[in-house]
C-alpha cells in the first residue's frame, strides 16, 4: 500500500508529488492520458510559485527557459499604439515545459508517472483508500489526491458538488501556432473598434505563439469550432498584417467562462486540489499557480498525518487554510477578466489590466 495516490500529472499533482517525496512519502502518480501533453495553456509562473519551485529544487531548470521580462505590444484596428513592459511578476513559460521540469525532478526521486491509468471508483475506510481503474486494477492508498483537472474524475466519484456557473458559449479560441516573420520580441495584443481582438504570445524556448482570440461565428451566429483557417481569417480581421501567415497549429481548443468552487475539499482520506477544486476567469494568470500552492498546503496536511497525527482536526486544515483563499480567488479573478473586457476597448489598453 502507497503513502498518497495522486490522480494526475499536470503543475498541482507533479508538485504535490515532488513535495511528498522529498519528505519521505511512498507516492503515486496515475494520469489517464496516455502521453505528456506538449501544449502552452497555463503560461505564467508568479514569484510565489516559483519560490516553492526553488524548494523543490526545479527553479533553476524554469528560470534557464522562461523569460522574466515581457513587453506587450497593444495595437488598435491595425496600428500599434504602445508598449507596456512587465518584469519582476513572474516567469513567462509553456505549462508543458512546467511539468517536464517536474516530472525529471520526480523521476529523480524514484517516482514515473502511470500514464493510462483512468480511475473508475474510489472506496474508502478508516484505514486506506482504494481507487479502482478502468482495467480492474485496484490501487490501495492510505490517502488519494484528486489533482485531475476542471472535469476531475475524483470529484465526480466522491460526488462533491462543483458550484458555479459555465457560460455556454465560448469566450475564446486558443492554441498554438507559428507565425513566421512576425517579431517574438513581443506579446502582440490587437483589438478593434467593431469588439474583435487577438493576441500571440512568444513562448520561450520554442518558435510557436500562444493564440488567444474572441471567437469567429458563422452566417448562424454560431460560434467556429478553432482551426487554423479560423485562426487566420481571425488574425487577418485584427491584426491586418497580410505577409504574417499562421503555421502549424499543435494546439486547438477552446475556453469558456467557468466559475465554480468544489462545496469541499476533503471527502474522508481523500482531497481535491488544483482545478479539481476550483476554475477561474484566466485574468491575471492565477489558475494554476492557486493550485500549485494548494499542492503545497497539501503535502504540509498528508505529511502530518503520515508521521502519525492523522486525527480529524489534522486532515481538516487543509481545507481549512485553502477554501476560503480559493474561494477568494475564483471572486478576484472574476473581477479581473471583467476589468480586462472593459479595458481593451480603449486603445492602448491590453491584458495588464488583469494584473493591476
Not at 322 to 333: F, K, N, Q
Amino acid at each position: 500500500m502507497t503513502d498518497v495516490l495522486i490522480a494526475g500529472s499536470g503543475p498541482t499533482g507533479l508538485t504535490l508529488a515532488c513535495d511528498l517525496a522529498l519528505r519521505g512519502a511512498a507516492v503515486r502518480v496515475i494520469d489517464q492520458r496516455t502521453a505528456p501533453h506538449r501544449e502552452s495553456r497555463g503560461k505564467g509562473l508568479r514569484q510565489s510559485s516559483l519560490e516553492i519551485f526553488e524548494k523543490l529544487g526545479v527553479a533553476e531548470s524554469l528560470t534557464g527557459i522562461g523569460n522574466e521580462a515581457v513587453v506587450l505590444r497593444k495595437y488598435f484596428d491595425g496600428a500599434p499604439i504602445n508598449d507596456t513592459p512587465t518584469d519582476g511578476t513572474g516567469l513567462l513559460i509553456g505549462q508543458w515545459q512546467t511539468e517536464e521540469a517536474l516530472r525529471e525532478r520526480l523521476a529523480g526521486l524514484g517516482v514515473a508517472v502511470e500514464y493510462g491509468a483512468q480511475l473508475a471508483g474510489i472506496t474508502q475506510d478508516a484505514a486506506e483508500v482504494r481507487a479502482e481503474l478502468a482495467d480492474g486494477t485496484v490501487i490501495a492508498a492510505r490517502y488519494l489526491a484528486g489533482c485531475d483537472g476542471g472535469r476531475s474524475t475524483t470529484r465526480k466519484l466522491l460526488a462533491i458538488p462543483f458550484e458555479g456557473s459555465t457560460e455556454e458559449e465560448p469566450a475564446m479560441v486558443i492554441g498554438d501556432v507559428r507565425a513566421p516573420g512576425l517579431s517574438r520580441e513581443f506579446w502582440h495584443q490587437w483589438f478593434t473598434s467593431e469588439g474583435g481582438g487577438i493576441m500571440l504570445c512568444p513562448m520561450p524556448g520554442t518558435d510557436s505563439f500562444q493564440l488567444q482570440a474572441a471567437p469567429e461565428h458563422d452566417e448562424h451566429g454560431e460560434p467556429v469550432p478553432p482551426s487554423l483557417e479560423s485562426f487566420q481569417r481571425l488574425f487577418d480581421r485584427c491584426a491586418r498584417m497580410p505577409e504574417i501567415q499562421l503555421e502549424d497549429p499543435t494546439w486547438l481548443s477552446t475556453w469558456r467562462v467557468n466559475v465554480r468552487v468544489a462545496a469541499r475539499m476533503r471527502e474522508g482520506r481523500a482531497f481535491l486540489a488544483g482545478d479539481a477544486a476550483h476554475v477561474h476567469p484566466i485574468a491575471g494568470g492565477l489558475g494554476m499557480n492557486t493550485g500549485i500552492e494548494d499542492a503545497t498546503a497539501l503535502a504540509r496536511t498528508l505529511a502530518t498525518a503520515l508521521g502519525g497525527e492523522a486525527g480529524e482536526e489534522v486532515l481538516d486544515a487543509y481545507q481549512a487554510e485553502r477554501l476560503p483563499v480559493v474561494t477568494e480567488v475564483v471572486a478576484d479573478t472574476a473581477r479581473r477578466y471583467e476589468r480586462v473586457v472593459a479595458a481593451v476597448r480603449t486603445p492602448g489598453r491590453g491584458t495588464e489590466a488583469g494584473m493591476e
